[in-house]
T-cell receptor, first 111, second 108 residues
Framework: SAVISQKPSRDICQRGTSLTIQCQVD?????MFWYRQQPGQSLTLIAT?????????ESGFVIDKFPISRPNLTFSTLTVSNMSPEDSSIYLC????????FGSGTQLSVL | KNEVEQSPQNLTAQEGEFITINCSYS?????LHWLQQHPGGGIVSLFM???GKKKHGRLIATINIQEKHSSLHITASHPRDSAVYIC??????????FGAGTILRVKS
């Protein structure tokens, strides 16, 4: 199994600022995933973070807007840059270790 | 057409009823996951299936690989089962595709 600590759990940010979300896993995992979940919607994959290489971004998401770090096999960060109200969403990290494990999510509101 | 389709979108049941949520997929997969998300809460993995059937307490999940279909059953439903249930297909290459979710409300 895997336990993921994600923080912050929520934040209210001003337009144009950036927020960095952190996920710490209690075991080493090769791949970590970052998702966005907009109100009433299912999860959308932003990118896959691999240790020691650049993250792989899905269509519609770019590194300049959502830079990701993966310095080791237990930790990753996602930054939401130059935020606008359209970025208001829940952001979740996840790992696949036989089963799926998710962080508790970050509820982001951009004013 | 989405690669993963879930039905129904919304489901209201009386306490004690037997509940079925369906998931169909159109892509080749290595596994299918069933997830539970409570309002304001995190997401919990219920099952990972690659074939056959799994049971955990009052929850049963089945998958038919030939028909590309999976079902999640809840027996003797209870208000605490109220949540969003999501199926997620794990495509080859470890890419997950999510269904839109089924909002379940169990009334007492």
């Amino acid at each position: 199994s895997a336990v993921i600590s994600q923080k912050p759990s929520r934040d209210i940010c001003q337009r144009g600022t950036s927020l960095t979300i952190q996920c710490q896993v209690d075991s080493q995992v090769t791949m970590m995933f970052w998702y966005r979940q907009q109100p009433g919607q299912s999860l959308t994959l932003i990118a896959t973070a691999n240790q020691g290489s650049e993250a792989t971004y899905e269509s519609g998401f770019v590194i300049d807007k959502f830079p990701i770090s993966r310095p080791n096999l237990t930790f990753s960060t996602l930054t939401v840059s130059n935020m606008s109200p359209e970025d208001s969403s829940i952001y979740l990290c996840s790992v696949l270790n036989e089963k799926l494990f998710f962080g508790s999510g970050t509820q982001l509101s951009v004013l | 057409k989405n690669e993963v389709e879930q039905s129904p979108q919304n489901l209201t049941a009386q306490e004690g009823e037997f509940i079925t949520i369906n998931c169909s997929y159109s892509v080749g997969i290595s596994a299918l996951h069933w997830l539970q998300q409570h309002p304001g809460g995190g997401i919990v993995s219920l099952f990972m299936l690659s074939s056959g059937k799994k049971k955990h307490g009052r929850l049963i999940a089945t998958i038919n690989i030939q028909e590309k279909h999976s079902s999640l059953h809840i027996t003797a439903s209870h208000p605490r089962d109220s949540a969003v249930y999501i199926c997620a297909a794990l495509k080859y290459g470890n890419k997950l595709v999510f269904g839109a979710g089924t909002i379940l409300r169990v009334k007492s």
